[in-house]
């Protein structure tokens, strides 16, 4: 059974699409190249950013990834604030914490700034733990799941990654654990079928994913339907 919920924050918890676009935008404007529209920026999006970045024009030759990673952060910390979280999304914390599942975030984001973010929307009640990289680059956040995995002792099959890019699936992969994708982020859905994983239409079908799999209970799968309908 999933014992253990290992979120992505960025485009999963956090439906911050639009605030990500409009920072690379600005950036590139600055920088003399073309903006994307929200369409393309889902189709160029990957990890390690260091290549998202060659990917829409930018010059490591004349701006170093360094500059623009830290550039990048000025204009996408206060923003940050301004993204909602997904529609839903702290309903269905709140139900898979009553139903005893042990939630964490695992996230590429700067680890301070991840806290500070999480706790501006009063959401870190939910969570054990709060992951994040211990600096701006966002280069792989593999490795400090994999670390996680070594600490804590869980199972790798109790073990579920909730994430919206393949550098999500990637990482779950590498831990060893389960994944599912939800296609409401930074990917395209087009480009998420090919990697193999479940799809989620969006936050809300979890629970009644994990009731089919038999870890969410039919009394709290109903019970979670009727304060999602009552939200309607």
């Known amino acids: 059974m999933i014992t253990h919920l290992l979120w992505?924050?960025?485009?999963?918890?956090?439906?911050?699409?639009?605030?990500?676009?409009?920072?690379?935008?600005?950036?590139?404007?600055?920088?003399?190249?073309?903006?994307?529209?929200?369409?393309?920026?889902?189709?160029v999006f990957c990890f390690p950013i260091h290549d998202y970045y060659q990917r829409v024009g930018f010059d490591f030759t004349k701006t170093p990834y360094s500059q623009l990673a830290e550039e990048y952060w000025e204009l996408y910390d206060p923003?940050?604030?301004?993204?909602?979280?997904?529609?839903?999304?702290?309903?269905?914390?709140?139900?898979?914490?009553?139903?005893?599942?042990?939630?964490?975030?695992?996230?590429?984001?700067?680890?301070?700034?991840?806290?500070?973010?999480?706790m501006h929307f009063g959401i870190e009640g939910y969570f054990a733990q709060v992951l994040g990289l211990h600096d701006t680059h966002a280069?792989?956040?593999v490795e400090l799941g994999r670390q996680w995995m070594e600490k804590s002792g869980v199972p790798p099959n109790q073990v579920l990654f909730v994430g919206d890019t393949a550098h999500d699936q990637e990482t779950a992969r590498r831990m060893g654990v389960s994944c599912?994708?939800?296609?409401?982020?930074?990917?395209?859905?087009?480009?998420?079928?090919?990697?193999?994983?479940?799809?989620?239409?969006n936050i809300r079908a979890l629970p009644a994913y994990l009731a089919q799999r038999g870890d969410f209970t039919p009394a709290m799968l109903q019970q979670f339907s009727r304060g999602k309908e009552s939200l309607s």
């Open 8 to 43: 992505d924050w960025n485009g999963t918890l956090l439906d911050d699409l639009d605030v990500s676009l409009k920072v690379l935008n600005t950036m590139l404007t600055r920088h003399g190249l073309r903006p994307i529209d929200r369409e393309g920026y889902r189709e």
């Open 79 to 118: 923003l940050a604030r301004t993204a909602p979280l997904m529609d839903g999304a702290q309903e269905v914390l709140q139900a898979l914490s009553e139903e005893g599942f042990t939630q964490m975030i695992l996230s590429a984001s700067e680890r301070d700034h991840l806290r500070s973010v999480v």
């Open 139 to 141: 280069v792989s956040k």
């Open 180 to 201: 599912v994708l939800i296609p409401q982020g930074h990917y395209s859905l087009d480009r998420l079928k090919p990697l193999g994983c479940p799809i989620l239409p």
